[in-house]
């Protein structure tokens, strides 16, 4: 009988076969299938996508950080009902100045600025005008004036203007936002918001890394080096900048919701009250 050459080509191939080892049931679970497989391109943007999410506070306070006794945003004085137009929500009826609710920092946060610029919310309101005090540890007045507001809620920016005195390194100073509600002058049951700042300088690594740093870098330096003011007056004018930049809502928005005031998140950014009437020092 003659064999085929498949059946020849078979029976010399069986013996070498069976020399060769057989493929373990760990070595075939640690071979990945196809379907399981990502082009290590597809990982890169990935990586990237994800990176751009926002899951953590961008604010770190410093481990130098004053801590004295800390209140949650709002007026310091009983406010005057009859000076808000409308009853929403609890927290958009109060005049909040934008601070960390961390309960291991404080309201006395940081700025690296001479002249820098304090965020505020401000309500629906009848008052027109909003008196802006800032004053040393030993009462001098430093900078006064009064401005005008926005017609409808937003969130603004107060900003020192450069004639006013620049702020000293190592010092502190409290400042005061006071809603007017009626005449031209604060009245001592006007409600109002306060805050605290101190300059600081940066040190030399700081100092370099925001000479290079622009953008959502130069915001994220901020918060990581516990530069609460600076951080968000500049997320803030980026934002106004850049309406259609995600990243930075998104930080907008984590900065807002892991500080207590999510709530804020679809209010309008203002751009810097104009002065209304300068006050002599």
């Known amino acids: 009988m003659m064999l085929s050459p498949t059946f020849l080509w078979l029976s010399l191939l069986l013996p070498i076969s069976a020399l060769l080892p057989l493929p373990t049931l760990a070595s075939m679970t640690s071979l990945p299938s196809s379907a399981g497989v990502i082009p290590a391109s597809s990982q890169i943007m990935a990586r990237r996508r994800s990176s751009g999410r926002v899951n953590r506070n961008p604010f770190k306070p410093r481990k130098d950080q004053p801590r004295p006794k800390y209140t949650v945003g709002g007026a310091g004085r009983q406010r005057d009902l009859s000076c808000f137009q409308t009853n929403p929500k609890p927290l958009d009826q109060n005049l909040i100045p934008l601070l960390p609710v961390d309960p291991s920092s404080s309201k006395l946060q940081f700025t690296l600025a001479a002249h820098p610029s304090l965020a505020v919310y401000i309500p629906q ?7 802006f005090v800032l004053v040393q540890k030993d009462g ?11 017609q409808t809620p937003a969130i603004v920016q107060v900003t020192l203007p450069q004639a006013a005195p620049a ?9 005061y936002i006071t809603l007017i509600c009626k005449g031209t002058e604060s009245q001592p049951d006007d409600p109002f918001a306060e805050l605290s700042i101190r300059r600081i300088e940066p040190d030399a690594v700081l100092a370099n890394q925001l000479k290079q740093a622009t953008g959502l870098d130069r915001v994220r330096l901020y918060g990581e080096s516990g530069i609460w003011y600076d951080m968000v007056s500049t997320l803030m004018t980026l934002r106004q900048d850049e309406p259609r930049n995600t990243n930075a809502t998104e930080l907008w928005n984590a900065l807002l919701q892991f500080n207590g005031l999510a709530d804020l998140k679809d209010i309008p950014l203002s751009q810097p009250l104009p002065p209304s009437k300068p006050l002599p020092n």
Do not use: F, H
């Open 125 to 131: 309101t009848s008052a027109k005008t909003v008196e």
């Open 167 to 175: 702020l000293r390194v190592g010092e502190d100073y409290e400042g």
């Open 140 to 150: 001098e007045v430093v900078y006064q004036t009064i401005q005008q507001l926005p």
